[in-house]
């Protein structure tokens, strides 16, 4: 069976159904595109901004920019860290790492912490026949002072209670930010249904800043849940049941 699940690689493309759609505009931080008149506005607005390629998957080739305690910028990626003297030379710098291709520009979120750590969420949501149903919520912990949380980034994956309890949620308030996030799940399934036909499963990217407000990183048309067999057998098999019945996992002929 072929593996029925339509896949969308930019970034762009699908920050910007989010934006158009009024139930999920609220959760998605300010999104541009990588220009010179765009950064030197968003450095105006915001602390931290993230650097990070419309195509691209595993939290590779994100750059972490803020201001340094030095004067001018600092920027941190998986190349180490860099210092700009000014946003003209900031710009310089970053549009030399583009090669040509579409970046983005995203508001920095403080991410809330689970035993000290920072960490965000993975909301999967998977297609039940025509409704949406969000089948698993599991936790990415960053490793410390890397710019992302991905596991192939060095992060951890972890159960989302787990995940949860260690940034001092209590147990009536992790169910009810269970049910929020799996509105976001499925209010972005819907919303994806209405650009283009075919999708079948989305793995959202959930930060929770300090103040506990949720914000919408990314959307994922392909998303990886593999880790989390090691860490949640029962959530994992929930996924795969689903999976299957779309033809992923299973040996195609």
Wanted: glycine share 14%; net charge positive.
């Amino acid at each position: 069976m072929k593996y029925a699940s339509k896949s969308i690689a930019s970034k762009w493309r699908k920050t910007g159904w989010m934006l158009e759609d009024s139930s999920l505009r609220p959760f998605v931080p300010e999104t541009r595109l990588f220009t010179g008149a765009n950064l030197e506005a968003m450095l105006g607005r915001y602390a931290v901004l993230y650097f990070k390629p419309s195509r691209g998957t595993g939290g590779k080739k994100i750059t972490r920019i803020e201001r340094s305690p030095a004067g001018g910028y600092r920027m941190k990626g998986t190349g180490g860290t860099r210092n700009a003297l000014s946003a003209d030379e900031l710009y310089a710098r970053l549009k030399s790492l583009t090669g040509g291709k579409r970046y983005l520009l995203q508001r920095g979120i403080d991410l809330a912490l689970t035993g000290g750590s920072p960490f965000d969420l993975r909301v999967m949501t998977q297609k039940d026949g025509g409704s949406w149903v969000t089948t698993a919520l599991f936790a990415k912990i960053g490793k410390k002072g890397n710019v992302v949380t991905n596991y192939h980034s060095g992060g951890r994956v972890a159960a989302f209670k787990e995940a949860m309890k260690g940034a001092g949620y209590s147990d009536s308030s992790i169910g009810e930010a269970y049910r929020r996030l799996g509105f976001l799940g499925e209010a972005a399934g819907a919303c994806f249904d209405r650009h283009l036909d075919g999708f079948r499963e989305i793995g959202l990217d959930v930060a929770i800043d300090k103040e506990g407000r949720f914000w919408i990183l990314e959307a994922n048309t392909r998303p990886q849940y593999y880790p989390l067999k090691n860490v949640d057998r029962s959530a994992y098999r929930r996924i795969t049941d689903y999976a299957k019945k779309y033809g992923r996992g299973k040996r195609r002929k």
